[in-house]
């Protein structure tokens, strides 16, 4: 069974920074993209921040310049570090995992999702 486990969530003041790590099996993690998705209340889920195995990566403008991305091959574990939250920022987060175009592996795999929440 696939899973992605994600952790790091919590309860931060505005201006304050989190790590979200997402942890996946070794061979989900030799051949799969890794991405991490928010979800606001009322809100539609919306790409944060994605990363291809080739360490290739894309932000949306509302995180550039605050997020980064990485993964770590060795541990097969995916990084969203986020820095100077901003209260809008809150979401449940979620990790995210695509094969390259092509691929007959599933597309579409989803972590649990992790709580983050700044306060103003």
């Known amino acids: 069974q696939v899973q992605l486990v994600e952790s790091g969530g919590g309860l931060v003041q505005a201006g304050g920074s989190l790590r979200l790590s997402c942890a996946a099996s070794?061979?989900?993690?030799?051949?799969?993209?890794m991405g991490w998705y928010r979800q606001a209340p009322g809100k539609q889920r919306e790409l944060v921040a994605e990363?291809?195995?080739?360490?290739?990566?894309n932000y949306a403008d509302s995180v550039k310049g605050r997020f980064t991305i990485s993964r770590n091959n060795t541990k097969n574990t995916a990084y969203l570090q986020m820095n100077n939250l901003k209260p809008e920022d809150t979401a449940v987060y979620y990790c995210?995992?695509?094969?390259?175009?092509?691929?007959?592996?599933?597309?579409?795999?989803w972590g649990q999702g992790t709580q983050v929440t700044v306060s103003s």
């Open positions: 995210k995992a695509d094969p390259p175009i092509g691929s007959s592996w599933p597309r579409g795999l």
């Open positions: 070794a061979i989900i993690f030799s051949i799969y993209n």
């Open positions: 990363i291809t195995r080739g360490g290739t990566t």
